[in-house]
């Protein structure tokens, strides 16, 4: 456990040691263009942001299947692969290291992502309640998707397996798999959406397998301490929230703890949904359980993430929306210098450089 004072103390995280611990979040942003592609405006976004103890990489899908939002990254093809290189190279060279976090969405798709516009798949043909989806053919309302037959289960994690291969040759110093926020992994651990009656089905340790099976499939490819699982035990966001809440995710983390992973990712405040089913999990209730690099998310300002670590209860914090609109975080909280204000959210998934690299930093903004 690393259990030092400061968003500035160094913080190991297997064998690689975190310059500070403000962590860039995972930030869909949507410059990839239909491709998937990754592209020199990413660069400069990544770049920008260079000061952070660790970058994880915006959700980037693993397979066209997996595919749910318009414009994210790819790492399915050897030119996706590719053309990841450039930006994790420029990273290291200025020693940030940089995690892929890998995205299968799930019913969170729409039959026009989908190759001969099947239909998307989940744990159980059970549809997300919410008004619409963003899509290739502009917003459409949700369809029902299709229950995963047990035998297609092997291949989905195999497509895993394949992606980390890819993230591993593309430079990435790891992996976080998205098991949070209602995308696939997630459609499975939950009764919500899981209601299997084979074994990836009804118990929690049924539930769970799909995810154990995906965490064996990418130590196949990188050691544990390379690999992260990110979980959203509070979360209501893609009509998410189950009853049984709170053991489940004791439980995964409690599985969770027997490798040595990189960290694992809560998130843990409530700042982007509340399924309010009881009382929040807090970080404490995750040391309890996980003995490794615990890193929080979620609503965190400075003092609020100092307060989280000097408690013991978080190594490590994940900063989503300040980093959209400070690329110099980092700076900023080091000399308390003070925040630019939010960014407008018809920026979050635009698919340009306006609102995406045109943040100044403190320093920049002081000339002007
Ligand atoms: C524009 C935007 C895109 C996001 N994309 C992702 C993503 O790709 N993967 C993910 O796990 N979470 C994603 N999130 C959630 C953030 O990682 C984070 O949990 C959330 O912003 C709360 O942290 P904050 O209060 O520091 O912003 C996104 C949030 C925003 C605002």
Known sequence: MNNSHTLFAPCQV????????????????????????????????YMQRKSAGLIISEATVISRQGCGWVHSPGIY?????????????????????????????????????????????????????????????GKQPYETPRALETEEIPRIVEDYRLATERAKNAGFDGVEIHSANGYLIDQFLQSKTNHRSDKYGGSIENRYRFLKEIVEAVLTVFPANKIAVRLSPNGDFNDMGSPEYRELFTYVAQQLNNYDLAYLHIIDGLQFG???????????????????????????????????????NADLIAFGRPFISNPDLVERFANNWPLNPPADMQYWYSFDAEGYIDFPTYEESKKS
């Not at 611990?21 to 400069?44: C, F, H, Q, W, Y």
């Open 274 to 312: 509340f399924h309010e089913l009881g009382e929040p999990m807090t970080l404490a209730d995750f040391r309890q359980v996980f003995d490794g690099v615990l890193m929080g998310n979620c609503g965190y300002s400075k003092d609020s993430a100092e307060a989280k670590i000097r408690e013991g």
């Open 14 to 45: 297997g064998n690689i040691t975190l310059k500070n611990r403000v962590i860039m979040a995972p930030l869909t942003r949507s410059r990839a263009g239909e491709e998937r592609m990754p592209n020199d405006l990413m660069k400069e976004y």
């Open 77 to 137: 093809s050897d030119e996706q692969m590719e053309a990841w290189k450039p930006i994790t190279q420029a990273l290291h060279e200025k020693e940030t290291p940089i995690f892929l976090q890998l995205w299968h969405c799930g019913r969170a798709s729409h039959s026009s992502f989908q190759e001969n516009n099947q239909l998307p798949v989940s744990a159980s043909a059970i549809k997300l309640n919410e008004d619409y989806i963003h899509t290739p053919i």
